[in-house]
């Protein structure tokens, strides 16, 4: 496997984010949410900040992935994905969700970005019912514009997992993930990169339409894509090749949405779309760009074979 693939969608799921799920589930007891939430889920405690990044370092090499963007996917985890960056700055770049409805929202952003050095700011529309015109947005946005930063929007279906083992309610308003929308958010601001990631997770005729109208959104290909269902007759295949096709291979992202251990990195993911991308790009230089290179631009990351 090549050294320059680069994962751009992974969520770390430290301590932190089990700790916030206990108090979802409004959970009491003496014992750390961090080790019984992954005990009942019958995934590894994720241990401390420094463990789980060694983790993921040693769970990268095992497949010869040079990087990844590690998610920070809820409130107060950002300090927590900018440990592993500060200690393999080399290996991660860091990311994190924001609700643009939390009063500390500009603050949390100005932290994550400035102190923190992380280099993209999520935003979950669906999950946290607000339409991405809202003068909340548009502040966060702006912040990521002033630094050239990349912005992470989830549109058309959303589905948490983990929530959904745990029994935690999940209220999503589809309607406010639009694709279009984010075709108005990066024209206003050019100088920010956005991602639609999953291939717009359902809506890939709206997102090839916000990718033609704005040349700054990319897609990322992560997760099993099992939108694909609601796509008459259409396999991952034509995906890839109607994506290429209007947009171009130089704005398409691999990722895997790996998350938690002991199933660590999602190689059968990499795989089946290394054959597609293998299959359809003859362009080594476009194969390298969709499996890492166009992630480390977007994201500033170093080349590993500069």
């Known amino acids: 496997m090549s050294a320059h693939i680069f994962d751009a969608h992974c969520h770390f799921f430290s301590a932190g984010f089990f700790r916030s799920l206990g108090r979802l589930l409004h959970e009491t007891g003496a014992d750390d949410a961090a080790?019984?939430?992954p005990d009942r889920?019958?995934?590894?405690?994720?241990?401390?900040?420094?463990?789980?990044?060694?983790?993921?370092?040693?769970?990268?090499?095992?497949?010869?992935?040079?990087?990844?963007?590690?998610?920070?996917?809820?409130?107060?985890e950002e300090a927590s994905v900018a440990e592993a960056v500060r200690r393999y700055p080399a290996r991660f770049a860091g990311a994190f969700m924001v609700d643009p409805?939390?009063?500390?929202?500009?603050?949390?952003?100005?932290?994550?970005?400035?102190?923190?050095?992380?280099?993209?700011?999520?935003?979950?529309?669906?999950m946290h019912h607000v339409r991405l015109h809202d003068q909340r947005v548009e502040r966060l946005v702006a912040l990521a514009a002033e630094r050239k930063r990349t912005v992470f929007v989830h549109c058309g279906m959303l589905s948490i997992g983990v929530r959904k083992k745990l029994g935690i309610?999940?209220?999503?308003?589809?309607?406010f993930g639009d694709p279009l929308a984010v075709a108005r958010l990066a024209n206003a601001y050019p100088d920010a990169t956005f991602i639609i990631p999953h291939f717009g997770s359902g809506?890939?005729?709206?997102?090839?339409?916000?990718?033609?109208?704005?040349?700054?959104?990319?897609?990322d290909s992560s997760s099993s894509n099992n939108w694909i269902k609601y796509q008459a007759r259409q396999t991952l295949t034509d995906v890839f090749k109607q994506t290429i096709d209007v947009a171009g291979a130089d704005r398409i992202l691999f990722g895997t949405d790996s998350s938690f251990f002991p199933r660590g990195w999602q190689k059968a993911i990499f795989d089946a779309?290394?054959?597609?991308?293998?299959?359809?790009?003859?362009?080594?230089?476009?194969?390298?760009?969709?499996?890492?290179?166009?992630?480390?631009?977007?994201?500033?990351?170093?080349?590993?074979?500069?």
């Open 203 to 219: 809506m890939l005729r709206v997102t090839l339409m916000a990718m033609d109208a704005a040349s700054n959104i990319l897609v």
């Open 169 to 175: 309610p999940s209220v999503f308003d589809l309607r």
């Open 35 to 37: 080790v019984r939430l």
């Open 41 to 76: 889920l019958g995934w590894d405690p994720p241990g401390d900040d420094a463990a789980l990044s060694a983790r993921w370092v040693s769970e990268l090499d095992q497949y010869g992935v040079s990087g990844a963007m590690l998610i920070a996917s809820a409130p107060g």
């Open 101 to 126: 409805n939390a009063p500390d929202a500009v603050v949390r952003t100005i932290r994550a970005f400035d102190e923190y050095g992380l280099r993209c700011l999520c935003l979950f529309p669906a």
């Open 273 to 306: 779309q290394h054959a597609i991308i293998d299959a359809l790009v003859d362009s080594a230089d476009d194969r390298a760009a969709i499996l890492g290179g166009n992630a480390r631009r977007i994201l500033d990351m170093p080349d590993p074979g500069a």
